[in-house]
């Protein structure tokens, strides 16, 4: 017994140093190790007004400078911050938790279940096994049909994209595309929304057959004193650096008559101090509130539990085709979220929208 001891002693011993040599290196980054052989994926991030949010006053012709600098960049891929068709599907299998979410970011795909008698996976089955034998000159027939599918599974923006690669004369009803379908395409392409004012247009001028939804609202839950949660984050919300923000936003979208102008906010919601006012007037402010029940706290987890489920997706996006070039139209909350997230990842380059957004 003695010397099994001893011996247990002497090898603990030994292993002494290399814990210590252990416990003084420098942690592990995985962005500090990046590929070295072959091309990397680039990523560029614009941070984008709610288009939704602005006042009606503005024309979204004036978009179109923005668009042909986005164009210009030659995304191999345009993502959006839009909830997948199949995830709303799966939030609906779930009311009690999902209710209000799903009122709030899921389209109903119902007619366009009617018109083409596809659920949702149905729906997406076959928009993959159409786009798997995709033509390089797909006939008009073909993309009215591509767009009912992508209708039918709940992914509107790619519907849009095959509507927008149409000449004008072959927008209409056919080929599987009823004709309210095709009516609602139309609305569509007027709706106020960065996912088809910006993301939908550049990636049909880019040639690209759809855009991809990376939005993840799964982390939302129901349930709780919202009125209180409402309460303590709208007085959180209520600090000087916010109430700058708000009227550095009032004074950027009140000079938006010209291609120029837009060009001028963007600049702005995406230059390099704008993430820390962002975490100051919001987030930062959200996490030090001091309610009882930490709701700030619940709100943050929220916040990052979405911005790292939205990364997750962007990068598994750019696991089919390593070395891609892809482009995310998104919320300008999101962009340093998502940017600092994916530049930890191995073969990951973020691309600065500097160069885009340059004044002319």
Not at 3 to 29: G, H, K, N, Y
Not at 330 to 349: C, F, I, N, P, T
Request: contains cysteine.
């Amino acid at each position: 017994m003695r010397r099994l001891l001893t011996s247990i002693f002497i090898t603990a011993m030994c292993q002494l140093p290399a814990l210590a040599d252990e416990s003084s290196a420098p942690p592990f980054v995985p962005g500090a190790h990046k590929l070295q052989n072959g091309r990397p994926n680039e990523l560029m991030v614009l941070g984008s007004s709610h288009l939704s949010q602005m006042s009606k006053s503005f024309d979204l012709a004036k978009l179109s400078l923005l668009n042909e600098r986005l164009t210009a960049w030659q995304p191999q891929a345009v993502a959006i911050e839009s909830s997948s068709g199949l995830q709303c599907a799966f939030m609906r299998t779930y009311p009690e938790r999902y209710a209000d979410t799903i009122k709030t970011y899921c389209w109903d795909p119902a007619v366009a279940k009617a018109a083409t008698g596809l659920d949702v996976p149905e729906a997406n089955a076959q928009a993959e096994h159409l786009l798997a034998a995709w033509p390089a000159a797909p006939s008009p027939g073909e993309r009215r049909k591509l767009a009912s599918l992508f209708l039918a599974a709940g992914e509107r923006a790619s519907a849009l994209v095959q509507w927008l690669r149409l000449p004008a004369e072959e927008r209409r009803a056919g080929d599987g595309l009823s004709d309210g379908l095709a009516s609602l395409l139309n609305g569509v392409a007027q709706r106020r929304d960065e996912s088809y004012q910006i993301a939908a247009v550049v990636a049909a001028r880019s040639g690209l057959e759809r855009v991809y939804p990376i939005d993840d609202q799964s982390a939302a839950a129901a349930g709780g004193d919202e009125k209180a949660y409402g309460a303590a984050i709208m007085k959180a919300w209520d600090n000087p650096v916010n109430a700058a923000r708000t009227r550095q936003s009032r004074e950027l979208e009140s000079h938006l008559d010209t291609p120029a102008g837009v060009l001028t906010m963007y600049r702005a919601y995406n230059a390099a101090d704008a993430a820390e006012q962002t975490f100051r007037a919001d987030f930062g402010a959200a996490l030090e509130e001091p309610s009882p029940q930490r709701f700030g706290r619940g709100y943050v987890g929220y916040w990052e539990t979405r911005n790292l489920r939205m990364a997750s997706n962007i990068r598994d996006l750019m696991t089919a085709r390593p070395g891609m070039r892809v482009l995310v139209v998104v919320g300008a909350s999101h962009k340093a979220y998502l940017e600092a997230y994916l530049d930890q990842m191995h073969d990951v380059r973020i691309v600065a929208t500097d160069r885009v957004l340059r004044a002319e």
